[in-house]
């Protein structure tokens, strides 16, 4: 990858949210300070809420044990309108009716999406309901026996006046629940998460990179000879809608998802031998690429999902065990801010601005910004 250029783009920081990070990150453990640092960061940058909460469960992975996680985006009025989950199977209509059937059979079994969001911001109002009779419901065993799924932890997002969505973060059987202090660490993340819902979108955030490629399988019937989870995932997200709410009435199997969005693509392939498309929606940028076979009996699909140069970042920068403050500074002359305007953004003067960068210089054994941005784009 070619390093950004940091020249315009500058993002929504400014010293009253880098000063709430601070607050929060300054109340919690030292081992979770820089992680919730570089998300706060992260979350202020001006990117679309999808960007953010997609990446975030890799970011949360460096020090909370989650073996799937998902984010549920509501309206106003509590209402589910969009979903992401790593493992797409969870999105399908039949897993959503069983848990809206669970819900129905008792008022205690366990509260519906707008009753958890509405309660406000807070995290582990579902472990309450994680109790004998949920272990040994249909819908449990419908949904998450099957993948060992045992410990489940929602984090809502809400500014107090406005719900956002919530995280749902699950561990295996081979994980312990999660514990006091990892939950005081997810309710300083959804206060920061705020931010990824209540900025507007910095449309000068241009650099980019791809995540992991997607690949699909198709045999000569169209018949799926494989599909890897990226490639599901892809499927999913072009398939949404955010403007409309989750639809429990249509079907969303793998097969429906490969024959809406990738039909057009294979008859182009199987005439041409390769052919590319392009799609953009709130999801971010794909590229979808086909190859026919010599013999025609399979076309192959590949699928990249173009993201972000902070998504790319926020991965890259937690790993370099940064303090606080230095992660911060480094974080802004990664996106072109000059020393006066790193002072004036941290509220620091411009001698301690220099004295963080030597010190970061020194870590990376460099001596320039540009230096600097190509370290982490490696």
């Not at 919690?28 to 990117?47: K, N």
């Not at 469960?57 to 989950?85: C, H, S």
């Not at 000569?220 to 398939?239: E, G, K, V, Y």
Request: glycine residues 4%.
């Amino acid at each position: 990858m070619t390093p950004p250029q940091t020249a315009g783009i500058h993002t929504h920081h400014t010293p009253q949210q880098m000063a709430h990070i601070r607050e929060i990150v300054k109340g919690l453990p030292v081992e979770f300070r820089s992680l919730a640092t570089a998300i706060g960061m992260f979350a202020t940058s001006g990117l679309d809420s999808h960007y953010v909460m997609r990446t975030l469960p890799k970011l949360l992975r460096q020090l909370v044990p989650i073996d799937l996680a998902g984010y549920f985006w509501a309206n106003t009025a509590g209402e589910m309108v969009d979903a992401y989950v790593e493992t797409p199977h969870f999105l399908r209509a039949e897993v959503v009716l069983s848990c809206l059937k669970f819900q129905q059979e008792a008022a205690g079994n366990w509260p519906s999406f707008q009753e958890n969001v509405l309660a406000g911001p807070g995290v582990g109002y579902l472990q309450r309901y994680q109790n004998e009779h949920f272990y040994q419901s249909a819908h449990y065993q419908l949904v998450y026996a099957p993948i060992h799924i045992q410990h489940i932890i929602d984090v809502v997002v809400h500014d107090g006046h406005k719900p956002y969505g919530a995280f749902l973060l699950m561990r295996t059987d081979q994980h312990p629940p999660f514990n006091p202090l990892e939950i005081q660490f997810l309710r300083a993340i959804a206060d920061l998460m705020v931010y990824a819902h209540a900025l507007p979108a910095a449309h000068s955030v241009q650099a980019t990179r791809s995540y992991d490629a997607g690949i699909l399988m198709l045999s000569d019937q169209q018949d799926i000879a494989f599909c890897n989870l990226h490639a599901h995932q892809i499927l999913w997200m072009l398939s949404r809608d955010p403007a409309i709410p989750m639809q429990l009435d249509h079907d969303d199997s793998l097969p429906t998802l490969v024959l809406n969005h990738c039909r057009n693509g294979i008859a182009q392939a199987r005439l041409h031998g390769s052919y590319q498309e392009h799609y953009s929606n709130h999801w971010g940028e794909f590229v979808l690429c086909y190859e026919a076979s010599a013999n025609q009996t399979h076309v192959a699909v590949t699928m990249s999902q173009i993201q972000p140069y902070p998504c790319y970042l926020a991965q890259k920068i937690i790993h370099e065990h940064l303090t606080p403050m230095r992660l911060m500074v480094a974080w802004l002359l990664t996106e072109g801010y000059a020393r006066k305007e790193i002072a004036r953004t941290l509220e620091i003067t411009t001698d301690t601005v220099a004295e963080y960068i030597k010190s970061i210089f020194d870590h990376f054994n460099i001596s320039s910004t540009s230096q600097l941005i190509r370290k982490l784009s490696q």
